[in-house]
């Protein structure tokens, strides 16, 4: 038959009655929204400049909870933190009441932030004037119940003040508050109350961990207007550093540096090097203390004990310097050694810091061109083992005795008459005076070296016994 359906024209209609259906549905559930949009906004007037209570003389009850996504920065310079968190606040909204059962169940809305009135909760402690633009410009929605209740939530990135102690830095732990509450209104228009903190949904910093997050709420009077309070929230957060970085980067290279210092003592004093490592390992441990100065604020009240450490530090390398200085000045010494630091240095601290030095006294004649009576001195290292002189006393003592034969012989000559003879004999007195005042001087020059030797171990003692006191002081007071 001529114009006939074909023979899948059955299915073909059921299947787009029931898309009709569907959108009708679909539109009828819609227009339910749109009527109680229409209901609630326009045909009541709904004024968002308008507190919500039908009487004056009520106020509204805010709760405020808090939840810890993250913390970016904490900048002990110029004392802020700045961190991202998730902030609900819960209020009451007497003109945002519905009945559900006259809008077919429905009991739940979500509508713009910017369409209900939201209270003025400004975070008081912040850093930065611009922080509290996102809790009046918020363009998240909020979820509004049928019973009034709204439920308003944002992500923010908001900086706050936050008063870091230094004292302990880098093993240190901070204590922050965040203090929200309302800026115009006091407790008899909106009061808060403390709800929910939870650091649960944290993103672990890789420099900070969280340990607490607490709430309390609190009442203030200011001089401003003693006639009113003003409630607020405070969430405290505490929080704790992780020190590894800064350890491998700050305590440990001071530690190395400051060690090196050690070497100035164990360079042998002709060596010429001693002063140039002391000045230098001073330098270096300046450029480090100007890296911690960068980071630490500017502050008279407390001086970090990585400061201290740098500053005790750099104040022992000074003095490992002036020791280095005396020693070479006893070293390079000429003068005869006093009889007192021949004892003191030669004979009581030689043996308590493991070195050895043999003197025996050689006797010389009284004649007025020999000099007088000298020391000599052998030096060992216990660690080493004995050492012996280049000319043993044996050679020496034969050395001086030939000179004071010829001494005499020269003195037995002087009465020849030949002119020739006389001014070789001269020449040949002169010759040996001359190595006889060599002789004494060489042998001044080794007494002066041997004490050098001697107060150079002294003071490397010294300087071990007293770095490592400090160290475990200040390290005791870091851990």
């Known amino acids: ?23 009708i549905q679909g539109t009828l559930g819609s227009r339910q929204q749109k009527d109680l949009l229409y209901d609630l906004f326009e045909k009541s007037s709904y004024n968002k400049l308008v507190r919500p209570v039908k009487n004056e003389t009520d106020n509204i009850t805010v709760s405020v909870e808090l939840y810890l996504s993250q913390i970016n920065n904490v900048n002990e310079k110029y004392q802020y933190l700045s961190m991202m968190v998730w902030l609900t606040q819960r209020w009451k909204d007497e003109y945002l009441v519905w009945n559900s059962s006259d809008y077919q169940g429905l009991d739940v809305i979500r509508v713009p932030a910017s369409k209900v009135w939201l209270p003025d909760t400004i975070l008081y402690n912040t850093r930065d004037e611009s922080s509290n633009e996102p809790f009046m410009t918020v363009t998240t929605n909020v979820i509004v119940t049928e019973n ?21 830095y880098p093993f240190d732990k901070q204590v922050c508050r965040l203090k929200f509450g309302s800026w115009q209104h006091d407790t008899k228009y909106i009061d808060y109350f403390d709800d929910t903190a939870d650091a649960s949904n944290y993103n672990h910093n890789g420099e900070w961990d969280t340990l607490e997050i ?14 009113k309070t003003y409630a607020s929230v405070t969430f405290r957060l505490e929080i704790k550093r992780r020190p590894l970085f800064y350890f491998l980067n700050l305590v440990v290279p001071c530690l190395v540096i400051s060690a090196m210092s050690l070497v100035e003592f164990i360079l042998p004093c002709n060596s010429g090097e001693k002063v140039s490592l002391g000045i230098t390992v001073l330098l270096s441990l300046t450029v480090f203390m100007l890296v911690v100065a960068e980071n630490m604020p500017a502050s008279g009240s407390d001086i970090p004990i990585l400061s201290r450490f740098y500053i005790i530090t750099i104040m022992c390398v000074s003095i490992s310097l002036l020791m280095t200085i005396l020693v070479l000045n006893c070293h390079h010494r000429q003068t005869p050694l006093p009889r007192w630091m021949q004892v003191v240095f030669l004979q009581f601290l030689a043996r308590p810091l493991c070195l050895h030095v043999h003197v025996k006294k050689i006797q010389r004649s009284n004649s007025k061109r020999v000099y007088e009576p000298i020391t000599q001195t052998i030096y060992t290292d216990m660690d080493m083992g004995p050492q012996e002189d280049p000319i043993d006393i044996t050679t020496r003592e034969k050395r001086l005795n030939g000179t004071r034969n010829n ?15 006389r001014e070789m004999l001269r020449n040949q007195r002169f010759l040996v005076e001359h190595f006889a005042e060599k002789e004494k001087t060489d042998q001044l020059i080794s007494d002066w070296q041997l004490v050098a030797s001697v107060l150079d171990r002294l003071f490397l003692w010294i300087y071990l016994i007293c770095i490592v006191i400090i160290d475990s002081v200040i390290f005791t007071q870091m851990l």
């Open 1 to 23: 038959m001529a114009g006939s359906p074909p023979p899948n024209s059955t299915w073909y209609i059921i299947c787009t009655c029931f898309l009709l259906c569907s959108t």
């Open 148 to 168: 009034g209740s709204v439920d308003w939530s944002a992500p923010l990135t908001i900086k706050s003040h936050c008063s870091v102690d230094v004292y302990l």
């Open 214 to 227: 607490a709430h309390k709420k609190e009442l203030e009077t200011f001089s401003c207007c003693p006639d």
């Open 407 to 421: 001494m005499r012989s020269l003195s037995s000559m002087e009465s020849a008459s030949d002119p020739v003879c």
